[in-house]
């Protein structure tokens, strides 16, 4: 079974930068996709970005151009680079692998991701 464990949440200034690490608990990039999700209070989880083999990526509108998503096969980790954070991005941040052609699908544990001043 995949275990996802997320890491480098934390408080941000507006305007700042974080980088966020999921790493695997086996190598599953070849027949998972990875994604970032993040769910604010009293709000429903939402798609962050995407990572599918072959380094396919698709992004959330109100994310594109400030955050990057990839991946070292070797680490089996997958990251999430946001740039240029805005107060409104605060949520709980989810690592998910969900297997290509199948339902199955894992999700991490989170991390809180604080921007503010």
């Known amino acids: 079974q995949v275990q996802l464990v997320e890491s480098g949440g934390g408080l941000v200034q507006p305007g700042g930068s974080l980088r966020l690490s999921c790493v695997a608990s086996?190598?599953?990039?070849?027949?998972?996709?990875m994604g970032w999700y993040r769910q604010a209070p009293g709000k429903q989880r939402e798609l962050v970005a995407r990572?599918?083999?072959?380094?396919?990526?698709d992004y959330a509108e109100s994310v594109k151009g400030r955050f990057t998503i990839s991946r070292d096969n070797a680490k089996n980790t997958v990251y999430l680079q946001m740039n240029s954070l805005k107060p409104e991005e605060t949520a709980i941040y989810y690592c998910?692998?969900?297997?290509?052609?199948?339902?199955?699908?894992?999700w991490g544990q989170g991390t809180q991701v604080t921007v503010s001043s």
């Open positions: 990572i599918s083999d072959g380094d396919i990526t």
């Open positions: 998910n692998a969900r297997q290509i052609m199948t339902t199955y699908e894992v």
């Open positions: 086996k190598n599953i990039f070849s027949i998972y996709r």
